[in-house]
């Protein structure tokens, strides 16, 4: 059983910066994915094919930065220039490389507001 554990999260400025963790999978595929109030989940960033590739959106391409430590079963996501609209909880998700189950964390919530 995959038990995905985030942290990070928390009150910044607008223009401020965080860094998101995710510990507990080794799984290749793994991604952070957002979801603010009224709104569907939707994805941050994302490695994909075993790892190989990495997917933005493009709300956040050149701000956010998606990296793992493989040694630590952790991912990150390093959070810069945030604006009011990034605001949501955001969880990691990792995918087993055969089954292609999706394992979802419970989330942790980045508010951005002065």
């Known amino acids: 059983q995959v038990q995905l554990v985030e942290s990070g999260g928390g009150l910044v400025q607008p223009g401020g910066s965080l860094r998101l963790s995710c510990t507990g999978s080794e799984y290749t595929d793994m991604g952070w994915y957002r979801q603010a109030p009224g709104k569907e989940r939707e994805l941050v960033a994302a490695?994909?094919?075993?790892?190989?590739?990495?997917n933005y959106a493009d709300s956040v391409k050149g701000r956010f930065t998606i990296s793992r430590d493989n040694a630590k079963n952790t991912m990150y996501l390093q959070m810069n220039s945030l604006k009011p609209e990034d605001t949501a909880v955001y969880f990691c998700?990792?995918?087993?490389?055969?089954?292609?189950?999706?394992?979802w964390g419970r989330g942790t919530q980045v508010t951005v507001s002065s």
């Open positions: 490695f994909t094919n075993a790892g190989n590739t990495v």
């Open positions: 998700k990792v995918t087993h490389p055969w089954t292609k189950r999706d394992y």
